[in-house]
Every structure is written in structure tokens, then in C-alpha cells.
């Protein structure tokens, strides 16, 4: 986790800062310009962390339980937990951008596209009926390209 100075700035320093931030934020253009911003501003683990933070926001909001998330993602079911309290009791920014993610078709092709290469990565758990457990997963693929072309 990153580390923070015990050392306080100035309140009205802090605010102008705040503000220049999200000012430039709002300036970036593409997918391209956000990735180079952030490349610069924040440490790998930094972006990753955020990556992370994303992908589990989206994943509660289609409904998957904590421990797929964990797995998925390899995070704790602690991150998932703090996640979701920030969904549901933040200030609304998770909400609003998750809204606007899950609209876009291509987003759910490229969920569609990560399950399918997860399910082939891992294998199903130890002691599984693996074709059954092929099976569902074949299903749900299934029941996810049905619904991308209902949309």
C-alpha cells in the first residue's frame, strides 16, 4: 500500500491541489491520453490496485459473488467487501462510471472473451465433476452471447 507523509500540507494548498487534479482529469481525451497520464503519475502497483478496483465494481454489479471475484482476480473478499461498501455508501462516482461502462456493448464482449480464456486457463477445483462443471460454464457463455444480442 502506498505510504503518506505524516507531515500535513497547508488545507488551502491541499484544496488547490485537489482541484488541479481533477481538472486535468476531466481534460484527458482518450483511453490513450488516460493511460499515458497514469503511466506517469502512478507506480505499476499503484495501477494495478486501480485496475483491480474496477473489475471487482463491475463484476458485484453483474452479480457475482465475492469469492469468484477473489479467485478471478486474486484479491481478498476484505477488498471486495470495502468495494462494495464504496458502491453502495460512497459519494456515487463508483456508480455513475459503472453505469456508463455497462452500457457498452464492447465491454461485455470482452467479458465474454476473458471468460472464455479463464475457463480454459484454470481448470475446475480440485474433487469437481469436471464435465459438469465444463458444462455450466459452456451454458453460461451461452446464456451471456444470447443476452449481448438481445441488447
Not at 481534460?27 to 490513450?32: A, M
Not at 493511460?35 to 471487482?56: A, H, Y
Not at 478471478?72 to 456508463?100: A, E, H, P
Not at 480454459?120 to 459452456?138: A, D, H, Q, V
Request: net charge positive; hydrophobic share 35%.
Amino acid at each position: 500500500m502506498a505510504q503518506l507523509s505524516k507531515r500535513r500540507i497547508n488545507p488551502i494548498i491541499d484544496e488547490r491541489l485537489s482541484e488541479v487534479l481533477w481538472s486535468t482529469l476531466t481534460k484527458l481525451r482518450s483511453p490513450e491520453e488516460a493511460e499515458d497520464f497514469c503511466r506517469d503519475l502512478l507506480s505499476p502497483t499503484e495501477i494495478i490496485m486501480l485496475k483491480k478496483r474496477v473489475g471487482i465494481a463491475l463484476m458485484l454489479l453483474k452479480g457475482e459473488s465475492y469469492e469468484v471475484i477473489s479467485d478471478t482476480l486474486k484479491v481478498s473478499t476484505t477488498t471486495v467487501m470495502s468495494v462494495n461498501q464504496w458502491i453502495n455508501g460512497g459519494s456515487g462516482g463508483y456508480q455513475k462510471i459503472i453505469d456508463r461502462i455497462k452500457n457498452d456493448e464492447k465491454l461485455e464482449s470482452l467479458f465474454l472473451s476473458i471468460d472464455e480464456v479463464l475457463s480454459k486457463i484454470f481448470p475446475p477445483r480440485r474433487g469437481t465433476n469436471w464435465s459438469n462443471e465444463l458444462s455450466k460454464r459452456w451454458h453460461e457463455r451461452t446464456r451471456r452471447r444470447k443476452q449481448i444480442k438481445n441488447v
